[in-house]
């Protein structure tokens, strides 16, 4: 079935860099057209956007706020996504989602999540 | 950033009950609204996508309306597996935002 497979929690010192990956299975990662988006949950904020990534061309879009530190890559050869996240603050400290869609659809397929803690 | 507030931020009903949330938009986002189940320890699960189609799978107890900026979910029949936490988000533009969330609990 159609899944998206997270790795596992990390904990950070504040100032590091953290890198979260989110393999594809059970569907065509390039030659469909889902986006992989990737969002992160915290107590404080709720659920929050940070971006996408076109898996067919590589392209991106970040949410304004994470835009000097994220950087969103892709590995066709292993139809793995990754989210970077730089300079880590305890207010980074939250459970980072991926999730997939189709073009502005919801969200249809999510990971189980990956908890940073960021200490 | 469009604003999306949800309405109430907690409800509690009962087995059998009908509910109904509400999300409202900052601005007019037509039908890019989505509504999403959330479970303590799970990821979200979409129930509705675009306003009002319900995701494959999800049961027709569940229903979407609205348009524009003011949108409900409505779950008639409350069974004890409904009892979770309930959240909207656009897809109208960038970045994509959610709802607080609405938690539906036991009365």
């Known amino acids: 079935q159609v899944q998206l497979l997270q790795s596992g929690a990390e904990v950070k010192k504040p100032g590091a860099s953290v890198k979260v990956s989110c393999e594809a299975s059970?569907?065509?990662?390039?030659?469909?057209?889902?986006?992989i988006h990737w969002v992160r949950q915290t107590p404080g904020l709720g659920l929050e956007w940070m971006g996408w990534?076109?898996?067919?061309?590589?392209?991106?879009n970040f949410a304004p706020r994470f835009l000097d530190r994220v950087t969103m890559t892709r590995d066709t050869s292993i139809n793995t996504a990754y989210m970077d996240l730089r300079r880590l603050t305890s207010d980074d400290t939250a459970i980072y989602y991926c999730?997939?869609?189709?073009?502005?659809?919801?969200?249809?397929?999510w990971g189980h999540g990956k908890m940073v803690t960021v200490s | 950033d469009i604003q999306m507030t949800q309405s109430p931020s907690s409800l509690s009903a009962s087995v059998g009950d009908r509910v109904t949330i509400t999300c409202r938009a900052s601005q007019n986002i037509r039908n890019y609204l989505h509504w999403y189940q959330q479970k303590p320890g799970q990821a979200p699960k979409l129930l509705i996508n675009?306003?009002?189609t319900l995701q494959s799978g999800v049961s027709s107890r569940v229903t979407g309306s609205g348009s524009g900026t003011d949108f409900t979910l409505t779950i008639s029949s409350l069974q004890p597996e409904d009892f979770a936490t309930y959240f909207c988000?656009?897809?109208?533009?960038?970045?994509?935002?959610f709802g607080q969330g609405t938690k539906l609990e036991i009365k």
């Open positions: 675009s306003a009002s």
């Open positions: 059970g569907y065509s990662f390039t030659s469909s057209d889902y986006y």
């Open positions: 990534i076109r898996p067919k061309t590589g392209g991106t």
């Open positions: 988000q656009q897809s109208y533009g960038t970045p994509y935002t």
């Open positions: 999730a997939r869609a189709d073009g502005r659809d919801g969200f249809d397929i």
